[in-house]
């Protein structure tokens, strides 16, 4: 299930879980709501394996700010608590979950 999250359980979620995909976004934004159908999808079929996660940047500017968030969508990959990687701009279903994919088997 796709959750949205905030500034009070980001760390937990990205510490608590091996490998999470944050999707920064505001409820506004065009590219954010062609990917979230998308996203929908992936967070079905990585369910156990990957967490996948969406932070409103209107409601948590101060997030936004700490990862310097310019564009959205912005895409953020987290393995073992740590940032690993990141996408800016609408990207296709089978790039994320090809990332995902490469993650789970590093």
């Not at 998308?38 to 967490?51: D, I, M, Q, T, W």
Request: charge should be negative; aromatic fraction near 8%.
């Amino acid at each position: 299930m796709l959750q949205q999250i905030n500034k009070d359980n980001f760390e937990t979620t990205v510490r608590e879980n091996d490998v999470v995909l944050v999707d920064f976004y505001a409820d506004w934004c065009g590219p954010c709501k062609a990917l979230h159908p998308s996203l929908v999808s992936l967070a079905e079929k990585f369910e156990g394996k990957a967490k996948i996660v969406k932070v409103n940047v209107d409601q948590n500017q101060e997030l936004s700010t700490q990862f310097g968030v310019r564009s959205i969508p912005a895409l953020f990959y987290f393995k073992n608590g740590e940032l690993v990687g990141k996408e800016m701009g609408l990207q296709s279903q089978t790039k994320i979950a090809s990332n995902l994919d490469q993650l789970l088997a590093s």
